[in-house]
């Protein structure tokens, strides 16, 4: 299993950036996703998760400013992220979970098996 981040930079306040990651294939088709972020610190936080049946969750602290989608021909996920802010700073992680949620996909970390190594946001002010 792989999941490879890209994407992430420096970006002042109120930009934009979209984060990218690529999954195996056969993870890719059987799994929920999700991105996270995590602070030094402080706990990994969910930020958005998207179901095979493309339904979809977003934290509160980035509903209207954060949009997850994914393109199945490519095997990848995104995140694309607006409205940047300061307090965004953080790595950014994506994982998955070969599991169908019936509802709408967690932003538990502890809901996901798989994970990346992350690609660090910095939005400064």
């Known amino acids: 299993v792989q999941l490879v981040e890209s994407g992430g930079g420096s970006v002042q306040d109120g930009g934009s950036l979209t984060l990218s990651c690529v999954v195996s294939?056969?993870?890719?088709?059987?799994?929920?996703l999700a991105w996270f972020r995590q602070v030094p610190g402080k706990a990994r936080e969910g930020v958005a998760a998207i179901n095979k049946n493309h339904s979809q969750r977003y934290g509160d602290s980035v509903k209207g400013r954060f949009t997850i989608s994914k393109d199945n021909a490519k095997n990848t996920l995104y995140l694309l992220m607006s409205s940047l802010k300061p307090e965004d700073t953080a790595m950014y992680y994506c994982?998955?979970?070969?599991?169908?949620?019936?509802?709408?996909?967690?932003?538990?970390?502890?809901?996901?098996?798989?994970w990346g190594q992350g690609t660090q946001v910095t939005v400064s002010s």
């Open positions: 994982a998955a979970q070969p599991k169908w949620f019936t509802y709408l996909p967690p932003l538990a970390a502890s809901e996901y098996s798989y």
């Open positions: 294939a056969n993870t890719y088709s059987r799994s929920a």
